[in-house]
């Protein structure tokens, strides 16, 4: 049986003003349902994002503020950071974990600037709320191998989609040189580089 996470709990201490931070960044407003003084629901979800957020008026015990480590993917780490500011929100700068792919709690061992090399799941950064929950961004290009089945390729927005076909279009670029030839057939490499690079597997030569 499938289990996908589809909402996470966001505990605010005032709804309205959660509202209009997350609304300025850009994410859709699913629902806002009152049903009283003492219970309000409001739903919203990230750009591209199959799991939405859901804060409001005794939704959560939890403490204003008290939401950490929540992750969204990107695959432009600096691009989304200037999406970020212009939105209203603060974040910080980029960084990249002493220890490897992943990253300590807090702000232990980060090193300032992305992973080297742009590795793909290296390169984070960090903004919060204004209650204080905090957000992390964490830049993904290629998949690890078996995270996606390649059998069901899907793209979350037509920006992920541009992104992924200029990656492709510099990699077939790539392929041209080393072949000294221009491929007629280059639609077809690029939807086998493309599913590859989701689904973690091996990408055309």
Known sequence: MDMKLEVVVVPVS??????????GLGWRLDADVPTGEDFRVVQM????????VIFGTSVTEQAPGSARGLHLIVDDIETAREE???????????FHDAGGVFHHGGTDARVPGPA???GSYGSFLSFSDPDGNGWL???????LPGRLDPATTAFSSADDLASSLRRAAAAHGE???????????WPDWYARYMV???AGTEPPT
Do not use: C, M, N
């Open 14 to 23: 005032d709804v309205d003003r959660a509202k209009d931070f997350y609304t």
């Open 45 to 52: 979800t990230p750009p591209g994002s199959p799991a939405s």
């Open 84 to 94: 970020l500011r212009k939105g209203g929100a603060d974040p910080g700068e980029v």
């Open 116 to 118: 080297p090399e742009r």
């Open 137 to 143: 961004l964490q830049e993904i290009t290629t998949r």
């Open 175 to 185: 392929h041209e040189a080393r072949t000294g030839a221009e491929d007629p057939d």
């Open 196 to 198: 590859s690079e989701q």
